[in-house]
């Protein structure tokens, strides 16, 4: 759960297409993850059309000859080519940094040279220099960068400390009466990379996922920040715009539902 909204996962389906940024969701997928909701929450049976956000990506894994995806091992292997290439396949995200350590590790093992600290020296993630108390950093920016109290949650999981220095002076909401702030555009573009306002919805504030009510409100003003902030013309303002109300429609349009 993430605030108000209860997302649900996952599945265990198999992706036999070319690999898009954008995997497309089946309506199967939809129906099987929303059927069993009522057994388990105390909720009346949920319909695709209520599913207010959407998304999919792809787990890789290492094929094993006639097994089920859900029969195949999740564990991460090392492969080394004939050429000495070391690769990485399978494994988890949550698991990334672990996985990353052994592939340095068996970088070092072949060529003998030091790549990187041991996995127990590796400091916390950006934002992560905290004691991981949530509450209290909220309550922190709530007395020293003035953040109303129903958006200082959000922002401390979001940024961790980060959110003190993304803030400055203090709260300036993106829409009125919103939990976003209009400094997450200008951080997302100037210390994340954020070059398209998909992006920054999607992935750097998340309000695409766990906002319905900001999602499409957003949109404009994010657009006006970020012409501002990378000197985008109104033609290119336009498109980043229709691209990012594109995004969010497709979003929904469960693929194999009748009319789509």
Same mark, same amino acid.
């Given at each position: 759960?993430?605030?108000?909204?209860?997302?649900?996962?996952?599945?265990?389906?198999?992706?036999?297409?070319?690999?898009?940024?954008?995997?497309?969701?089946?309506?199967?997928?939809?129906?099987?993850?929303?059927?069993?909701?009522?057994?388990?929450?105390?909720?009346?049976?949920?319909?695709?059309?209520?599913?207010?956000?959407?998304?999919?990506?792809?787990?890789?894994?290492?094929?094993?000859?006639?097994?089920?995806? *859900?029969?195949?091992?999740?564990?991460?292997?090392?492969?080394?080519?004939?050429?000495?290439?070391?690769?990485?396949?399978?494994?988890?995200?949550?698991?990334?940094?672990?996985?990353?350590?052994?592939?340095?590790?068996?970088?070092?093992?072949?060529?003998?040279?030091?790549?990187?600290?041991?996995?127990?020296?590796?400091?916390?993630?950006?934002?992560?220099?905290?004691?991981?108390?949530?509450?209290?950093?909220?309550?922190?920016?709530?007395?020293?960068?003035?953040?109303?109290?129903?958006?200082?949650?959000?922002?401390?999981?979001?940024?961790? *400390?980060?959110?003190?220095?993304?803030?400055?002076?203090?709260?300036?909401?993106?829409?009125?009466?919103?939990?976003?702030?209009?400094?997450?555009?200008?951080?997302?573009?100037?210390?994340?990379?954020?070059?398209?306002?998909?992006?920054?919805?999607?992935?750097?504030?998340?309000?695409?996922?766990?906002?319905?009510?900001?999602?499409?409100?957003?949109?404009?003003?994010?657009?006006?920040?970020?012409?501002?902030?990378?000197?985008?013309?109104?033609?290119?303002?336009?498109?980043?715009?229709?691209?990012?109300?594109?995004?969010?429609?497709?979003?929904?349009?469960?693929?194999?539902?009748?009319?789509?």
């Amino acid at each position: 759960r993430r605030g108000e909204i209860v997302f649900v996962g996952t599945t265990d389906t198999s992706y036999p297409r070319s690999v898009r940024i954008w995997p497309e969701i089946n309506s199967d997928d939809v129906e099987y993850l929303l059927q069993p909701l009522p057994r388990h929450l105390d909720v009346e049976p949920v319909k695709p059309e209520e599913v207010v956000a959407a998304w999919a990506g792809l787990r890789p894994l290492v094929a094993e000859e006639g097994k089920k995806p *859900t029969d195949i091992s999740r564990r991460d292997e090392i492969l080394v080519g004939p050429a000495g290439v070391v690769t990485i396949a399978g494994g988890k995200l949550t698991g990334y940094r672990q996985m990353a350590h052994r592939s340095l590790e068996k970088v070092e093992e072949l060529t003998g040279l030091t790549l990187g600290p041991a996995l127990d020296e590796e400091p916390p993630l950006p934002g992560g220099d905290f004691d991981g108390d949530l509450d209290r950093l909220s309550a922190r920016l709530i007395a020293e960068r003035r953040v109303p109290e129903w958006a200082a949650l959000r922002l401390a999981r979001l940024y961790g *400390t980060e959110a003190l220095e993304l803030l400055g002076g203090g709260f300036e909401p993106l829409v009125p009466g919103q939990a976003v702030a209009a400094q997450e555009v200008d951080w997302a573009v100037t210390h994340e990379g954020a070059a398209t306002v998909e992006d920054v919805l999607y992935r750097r504030t998340r309000l695409a996922l766990y906002d319905p009510d900001a999602r499409t409100s957003a949109v404009e003003p994010a657009a006006d920040r970020m012409a501002e902030l990378l000197g985008w013309d109104e033609a290119r303002r336009a498109r980043e715009v229709e691209a990012v109300r594109a995004r969010l429609s497709e979003e929904l349009a469960f693929a194999g539902r009748e009319g789509t």
